[in-house]
């Protein structure tokens, strides 16, 4: 399954940011997820549950952040939101790149703090 491997390396690159602060618990690991990238953000969910223990992150939260489809035309330059087929609105150029929303990619990973301690007056 697409999402299983994907939550895999996923895991592995977040193993490997908190590697340097270990012990601490990770809380959420945010996600974004493009609507062309084939992924089903409730199997990502899942995904995330089922492989999350193997890598000692029992408990962590999985949030994803929908984005947007977003083109860069090479005619003219424009950079567009959700364009219709897949071509420039501006000047009819369907030979379009992709700049965002075919891709799953890591945004952020919440480490717990340790407890500040108290502090008498
Ligand atoms: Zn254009």
Redesign the pocket.
Same mark, same amino acid.
């Given at each position: 399954m697409h999402e299983l491997s994907l939550v895999r390396s996923l895991l592995a690159q977040v193993n490997r940011i908190r590697s340097d602060r270990a012990g601490l618990a990770v809380d959420g690991v945010h996600v974004e997820v493009g609507p062309l990238s084939g992924v089903e953000p409730e199997l990502l969910v899942s995904a995330f549950e089922q492989l999350a223990g193997d890598f000692g992150m029992t408990g962590t939260q999985l949030v994803i952040d929908e984005v947007p489809l977003m083109a860069n /035309?090479p005619? =003219? #330059?424009?950079v567009t939101v959700e364009p219709v087929r897949i071509r /420039?609105p501006? =000047? #009819?150029?369907d030979g379009v790149t992709i700049v965002s929303g075919d891709e799953v990619r890591l945004q952020s990973v919440t480490i717990q703090c340790p407890e500040p301690e108290e502090q008498a007056l």
């Amino acid at each position: 399954m697409h999402e299983l491997s994907l939550v895999r390396s996923l895991l592995a690159q977040v193993n490997r940011i908190r590697s340097d602060r270990a012990g601490l618990a990770v809380d959420g690991v945010h996600v974004e997820v493009g609507p062309l990238s084939g992924v089903e953000p409730e199997l990502l969910v899942s995904a995330f549950e089922q492989l999350a223990g193997d890598f000692g992150m029992t408990g962590t939260q999985l949030v994803i952040d929908e984005v947007p489809l977003m083109a860069n /035309c090479p005619s =003219c #330059g424009t950079v567009t939101v959700e364009p219709v087929r897949i071509r /420039c609105p501006i =000047c #009819g150029d369907d030979g379009v790149t992709i700049v965002s929303g075919d891709e799953v990619r890591l945004q952020s990973v919440t480490i717990q703090c340790p407890e500040p301690e108290e502090q008498a007056l």
